[in-house]
């Protein structure tokens, strides 16, 4: 069975076999900015870790992500290529060429001032020109020489826990070169006495504290000391990856350990003074939804805000979606293309301007979503089938005798799930600009293909909206003349935007055999 479209909301799936969700593409959720704290020209698919959320969001305030696409390439001046640093993803390893722009960045804002270029021969000519920098500064050495003595730099080198704890130590360094007296402070401190306790070396905290290079143990005592890499059940994991996230995470919080104490004030989220967004449904959290029912959540208006920002995460934290909304609510429906099962789910919820910065603290629901038992579609027989049918009343417009549009009542069977979902499309159908009018119209019909005998397909005006065959062959109809017979339906008029509001799919542009354009679907088929 194929899915059904994509939809202009957050929504999770209503096959027959299994629930699926996607991604919103007439939100354009592929080019969201950041989604948190993603810098703008990045892609949507590039999802930060909940854990990460608030400290990236200042990340991106402190500006340290700017440089990542804003920076010029090449030595000294400008050298090289106009490549520029791009993170793959949140969740991969961070490279060497883009922690290195990262820490020069954060170091020029912590100084107030540009880091001078070393006059350097690198063994990548097109190297950009934070790593001139880098090395003025002794955050980046080379992993070695050419025979022309040229540094070897190793540009896409995934770096470790450990590379980072050094390169963000020798920046701290740099920028305060009192504290490189901490290391042999702390070594000591380790030795002496205290009311008779030994002062235990933080190091030894870890219990893969061997594992830690010798070059990097100063610096990863430094770093565990000061709480800014503060490892994972108590391992420090010294030669595992640094994420993306991670890096531009610990680079935030030597930042703010060392900025000024009024730059730090003047932190856009700070200076907001926004509360977090506060949540009117679910009324609790944890809450209890049905998986296949319709799930609202919504929250307060907050005055003065362009929009909200809301991310899912879905069990097991493989399912990450986000998206931007104007309204202070956000529909959880039946979608396509990605596994949705039962389960707990977190939603997190903040405040954006304009230009899509969250700009108040992070609300975070918790909901624990399950199967209806009522949701099936999958029938023995037509006996079954009908007593999951309703049947609902509807208001259309159509032509009197006269040639006067006017109200009139029509009736159709549906599957007792969607018959809400086809009750507000028909309103909204009715309610709209082009008052369009319909003579005909049939939902449930058993024994006939598609998925009319699940009831969860809809015909209007079968004879003005004719099934034809990509070869010519008319199915079922006469023709289809929008803007020129008044039952026939426009492309992009009120009928297609009501049905695809909800997620419907339509035979008129969404097959590749035929073209359908009498037929509205729940699943697309």
């Given at each position: 069975?194929?899915?059904?479209?994509?939809?202009?909301?957050?929504?999770?799936?209503?096959?027959?076999?299994?629930?699926?969700?996607?991604?919103?593409?007439?939100?354009?959720?592929?080019?969201?900015?950041?989604?948190?704290?993603?810098?703008?020209?990045?892609?949507?698919?590039?999802?930060?870790?909940?854990?990460?959320?608030?400290?990236?969001?200042?990340?991106?305030?402190?500006?340290?992500?700017?440089?990542?696409?804003?920076?010029?390439?090449?030595?000294?001046?400008?050298?090289?290529?106009?490549?520029?640093?791009?993170?793959?993803?949140?969740?991969?390893?961070?490279?060497?060429?883009?922690?290195?722009?990262?820490?020069?960045?954060?170091?020029?804002?912590?100084?107030?001032?540009?880091?001078?270029?070393?006059?350097?021969?690198?063994?990548?000519?097109?190297?950009?020109?934070?790593?001139?920098?880098?090395?003025?500064?002794?955050?980046?050495?080379?992993?070695?020489?050419?025979?022309?003595?040229?540094?070897?730099?190793?540009?896409?080198?995934?770096?470790?826990?450990?590379?980072?704890?050094?390169?963000?130590?020798?920046?701290?360094?740099?920028?305060?070169?009192?504290?490189?007296?901490?290391?042999?402070?702390?070594?000591?401190?380790?030795?002496?006495?205290?009311?008779?306790?030994?002062?235990?070396?933080?190091?030894?905290?870890?219990?893969?504290?061997?594992?830690?290079?010798?070059?990097?143990?100063?610096?990863?005592?430094?770093?565990?000391?000061?709480?800014?890499?503060?490892?994972?059940?108590?391992?420090?994991?010294?030669?595992?990856?640094?994420?993306?996230?991670?890096?531009?995470?610990?680079?935030?919080?030597?930042?703010?350990?060392?900025?000024?104490?009024?730059?730090?004030?003047?932190?856009?989220?700070?200076?907001s003074g926004l509360a977090a967004p506060v949540v009117v449904k679910p009324e609790s959290s944890p809450a209890s939804m049905s998986l296949q029912r319709e799930v609202?959540?919504?929250?307060?208006?907050?005055?003065?805000?362009?929009?909200?920002?809301?991310?899912?995460?879905?069990?097991?934290?493989?399912?990450?979606?986000?998206?931007?909304?104007?309204?202070?609510?956000?529909?959880?429906?039946?979608?396509?293309?990605?596994?949705?099962?039962?389960?707990?789910?977190?939603?997190?919820?903040?405040?954006?301007?304009?230009?899509?910065?969250?700009?108040?603290?992070?609300?975070?629901?918790?909901?624990?979503?399950?199967?209806?038992?009522?949701?099936?579609?999958?029938?023995?027989?037509?006996?079954?089938?009908?007593?999951?049918?309703?049947?609902?009343?509807?208001?259309?417009?159509?032509?009197?005798?006269?040639?006067?549009?006017?109200?009139?009542?029509?009736?159709?069977?549906?599957?007792?799930?969607?018959?809400?979902?086809?009750?507000?499309?028909?309103?909204?159908?009715?309610?709209?600009?082009?008052?369009?009018?319909?003579?005909?119209?049939h939902g449930y019909r058993p024994g006939s293909g598609g998925e009319h005998p699940k009831g969860t397909a809809i015909d209007i005006n079968p004879n003005e909206n004719?099934?034809?065959?990509?070869?010519?062959?008319?199915?079922?109809?006469?023709?289809?003349?929008?803007?020129?017979?008044?039952?026939?339906?426009?492309?992009?008029?009120?009928?297609?935007?009501?049905?695809?509001?909800?997620?419907?799919?339509?035979?008129?542009?969404?097959?590749?055999?035929?073209?359908?354009?009498?037929?509205?679907?729940?699943?697309?088929?």
């Open positions: 069975m194929s899915r059904r479209p994509s939809l202009a909301r957050v929504f999770p799936a209503r096959s027959a076999s299994t629930v699926r969700l996607a991604l919103a593409v007439t939100l354009t959720i592929a080019v969201i900015l950041a989604t948190l704290a993603l810098p703008k020209q990045a892609s949507a698919a590039l999802l930060p870790s909940a854990w990460a959320e608030g400290e990236l969001e200042l990340a991106q305030q402190w500006g340290l992500l700017s440089d990542l696409y804003d920076a010029p390439s090449g030595g000294p001046v400008s050298r090289g290529s106009d490549s520029r640093p791009d993170p793959s993803s949140y969740t991969s390893g961070i490279n060497k060429d883009t922690f290195t722009q990262v820490v020069v960045t954060m170091c020029e804002k912590l100084l107030g001032r540009s880091i001078d270029a070393a006059n350097v021969q690198f063994d990548d000519r097109t190297a950009p020109a934070c790593y001139y920098k880098a090395f003025e500064a002794g955050i980046v050495n080379g992993k070695g020489v050419t025979p022309d003595e040229a540094v070897i730099l190793g540009r896409d080198d995934i770096l470790s826990r450990e590379q980072i704890a050094k390169m963000l130590y020798q920046a701290i360094v740099y920028c305060d070169p009192s504290q490189d007296s901490h290391d042999s402070q702390v070594s000591q401190d380790s030795e002496a006495t205290q009311d008779s306790q030994v002062t235990v070396d933080v190091l030894a905290t870890f219990s893969d504290c061997e594992d830690i290079s010798e070059w990097a143990r100063n610096a990863a005592r430094y770093m565990a000391d000061k709480g800014i890499l503060k490892g994972v059940d108590g391992q420090f994991l010294p030669k595992a990856q640094c994420t993306f996230e991670q890096g531009v995470v610990l680079a935030k919080r030597v930042y703010e350990e060392f900025a000024d104490e009024q730059v730090l004030k003047s932190a856009p989220m700070m200076r609202k959540l919504a929250w307060q208006a907050m005055p003065g805000v362009s929009g909200y920002l809301v991310r899912i995460d879905y069990p097991g934290a493989t399912q990450t979606q986000s998206v931007y909304t104007n309204v202070p609510e956000i529909q959880v429906q039946p979608q396509r293309n990605k596994e949705l099962g039962p389960g707990p789910h977190s939603v997190s919820i903040a405040a954006v301007d304009g230009d899509h910065n969250v700009i108040s603290p992070f609300t975070r629901v918790s909901i624990n979503l399950y199967n209806d038992s009522d949701y099936d579609f999958d029938f023995k027989d037509a006996a079954e089938a009908e007593s999951y049918m309703t049947t609902v009343t509807v208001r259309v417009w159509d032509f009197d005798g006269n040639g006067q549009k006017v109200t009139v009542s029509k009736t159709l069977t549906v599957h007792k799930w969607v018959a809400a979902d086809v009750v507000a499309i028909f309103e909204d159908i009715y309610n709209g600009p082009e008052r369009f009018p319909i003579h005909s119209v004719y099934e034809v065959w990509l070869d010519g062959r008319v199915g079922v109809g006469s023709f289809w003349k929008p803007g020129v017979n008044p039952y026939s339906i426009p492309l992009d008029g009120d009928v297609v935007k009501a049905f695809r509001a909800r997620g419907w799919g339509w035979g008129g542009t969404d097959w590749r055999s035929k073209r359908d354009y009498m037929h509205f679907s729940y699943f697309g088929t």
